[in-house]
């Protein structure tokens, strides 16, 4: 199953945008999946994680502003996001949790101040 993200770009600080991710297939073969960010000189990092059975997990950068979720029914990872800041700003992706060695191309988030 491959996953791709979508629904990036660019939002003043305080904004809010929602990334999508479409699973290739059945989203609900994958136990755990993960919204992901790498910034600018910065190494890949984890900011949320959904189970299969609903449970999730957040940074602590993020809690409280972000939601993560996931519809198996239409094989689809979603990353609400909201009161952005500057430093969110990165390129995001979705992989399983722990990830796999294939990624997606990611989706470009730029928040300006």
């Known amino acids: 199953v491959q996953l791709q993200a979508s629904g990036g770009g660019l939002v003043q600080a305080g904004g809010s945008l929602r990334l999508s991710c479409a699973a290739s297939?059945?989203?609900?073969?994958?136990?755990?999946v993960g919204w992901y960010r790498q910034a600018p000189q910065k190494q890949r990092e984890l900011v949320a994680a959904?189970?299969?059975?609903?449970?999730?997990d957040y940074a602590d950068s993020v809690k409280a502003r972000f939601t993560i979720s996931r519809d198996n029914a239409k094989n689809t990872l979603y990353l609400q996001m909201n009161s952005l800041k500057p430093e969110d700003t990165a390129v995001y992706y979705c992989?399983?949790?722990?990830?796999?060695?294939?990624w997606g191309q990611g989706t470009l988030v730029t928040v300006s101040s």
């Open positions: 297939g059945s989203i609900s073969s994958i136990y755990a």
């Open positions: 959904i189970s299969s059975d609903g449970r999730t």
């Open positions: 992989n399983a949790n722990p990830p796999r060695r294939s």
